[in-house]
């Protein structure tokens, strides 16, 4: 993962320095943009865009819309920009899910590397594990062992094939030596909910997401991906603490633009993003909500 958000910054950085190239359109933007995100209302995703549209448009100086693609683990929304016009106007929130889509959905039509250019990279966003109070464990391992006890009786969630969490729960399954039965949702709020409700074992979960269900105790969180604790819930151990130290890495969001899109746009974009999350409120408020601003 740290390779990925090395090149998506280094990307970005090449881009914003084009602007010196005197090919900076210094009207834009003229009109509304929209934001495409390849997840339904309530994810990770969605939570951070709406904690940054209404600074990211202030400074534009141009309303920001949320246009929701769901499905293929982000796919759909991520070839829609693809496929966009290259005039900055249609832009993409992506994760880190899509850019698995050559091996878990060949037939998109669309290439992520080659069809989208990075405009900066976001936040990044630490998984949690969260298991339904239902089960019968007090922490990971105890859940583990159950598992293990009766292969494909309990159930891990994802939203979708591919995805980070999806991933993450299938190597938990090969290296604690046990069997889950996989359920993929549309959204991480559907998913959560039915964890919530006793239809849903666990469920690996970006922490924005999760939290207000854990602080309020509907859901039990057993572990988070991160290298650290989170301050947001200080109780619960990293999954290197429990065992599993492979398992270590965070789910991170960035904004892409169509190839082609003008080198100044790009910076216009860029400068922006780089303004709002240079602010002190900024990184605050995403800190409570669970993410990580870049830098």
């Given at each position: 993962?740290?390779?990925?958000?090395?090149d998506?910054?280094s990307?970005?950085?090449?881009?914003?320095a084009g602007?010196?190239?005197?090919?900076?359109?210094a009207g834009?933007p003229?009109?509304?943009?929209s934001?495409?995100?390849?997840a339904?209302?309530g994810?990770?995703a969605?939570?951070l865009?709406?904690?940054?549209?209404a600074?990211?448009?202030?400074?534009?100086?141009?309303?920001?819309?949320?246009?929701?693609q769901?499905?293929?683990?982000?796919?759909?929304?991520?070839?829609r920009?693809?496929?966009?016009?290259?005039d900055?106007y249609?832009?993409?929130?992506?994760?880190?899910?899509?850019?698995?889509?050559?091996?878990?959905?060949?037939?998109?039509?669309?290439?992520f590397?080659r069809?989208?250019?990075?405009?900066?990279?976001?936040?990044t966003m630490?998984?949690?594990?969260v298991?339904?109070?239902?089960?019968?464990?007090g922490d990971l391992?105890d859940?583990?062992?159950?598992?293990?006890?009766?292969?494909?009786?309990?159930?891990?969630a994802?939203?979708?094939?591919?995805?980070?969490?999806?991933?993450?729960?299938?190597?938990?399954?090969?290296?604690?030596?046990?069997?889950?039965?996989?359920?993929?949702?549309q959204?991480s709020?559907?998913?959560?909910?039915?964890?919530?409700?006793?239809?849903?074992?666990?469920?690996?979960?970006?922490?924005?997401?999760?939290l207000p269900?854990?602080?309020?105790g509907?859901?039990?969180?057993?572990?988070?991906?991160?290298k650290?604790?989170?301050?947001?819930i200080?109780?619960?151990?990293?999954?290197?603490e429990?065992?599993?130290a492979?398992?270590?890495?965070?789910?991170w969001?960035?904004?892409m633009v169509?190839?082609g899109?003008?080198?100044?746009?790009?910076a216009?974009?860029?400068r922006?993003?780089n303004?709002?999350l240079a602010s002190?409120d900024?990184r605050?408020?995403l800190?409570?909500?669970?993410?990580?601003?870049p830098?």
């Open positions: 993962m740290n390779h990925e958000i090395r998506l910054a990307a970005a950085a090449d881009g914003a602007s010196q190239a005197g090919d900076l359109d834009y003229v009109r509304p943009l934001l495409v995100l390849g339904a209302p994810g990770g969605d939570i865009a709406r904690a940054l549209l600074d990211i448009a202030a400074d534009l100086g141009q309303p920001v819309t949320i246009d929701y769901p499905g293929a683990s982000g796919n759909i929304g991520a070839a920009v693809a496929r966009a016009r290259s900055g249609t832009i993409l929130l992506s994760t880190r899910a899509a850019t698995l889509h050559k091996t878990m959905y060949p037939y998109m039509d669309y290439d590397a069809d989208l250019k990075p405009v900066g990279m976001v936040a630490p998984v949690v594990v298991m339904g109070n239902h089960v019968a464990a391992p859940a583990i062992e159950l598992a293990r006890f009766s292969p494909g009786r309990y159930v891990c994802s939203v979708g094939m591919g995805t980070t969490n999806h991933v993450l729960c299938e190597i938990l399954q090969t290296a604690a030596g046990m069997r889950f039965q996989h359920i993929p949702y959204s709020a559907a998913a959560l909910s039915d964890v919530v409700a006793g239809l849903v074992d666990f469920l690996f979960t970006p922490l924005s997401a999760a269900h854990i602080k309020s509907r859901v039990c969180a057993v572990a988070v991906t991160s650290l604790r989170i301050a947001e200080p109780d619960v151990p990293t999954i290197e429990v065992g599993f492979e398992m270590g890495v965070d789910d969001y960035a904004i169509p190839t899109t003008p080198k100044g746009v790009i216009r974009l860029n922006s993003l303004t709002v002190e900024v605050l408020r800190a409570r909500l669970g993410y990580m601003a830098g």
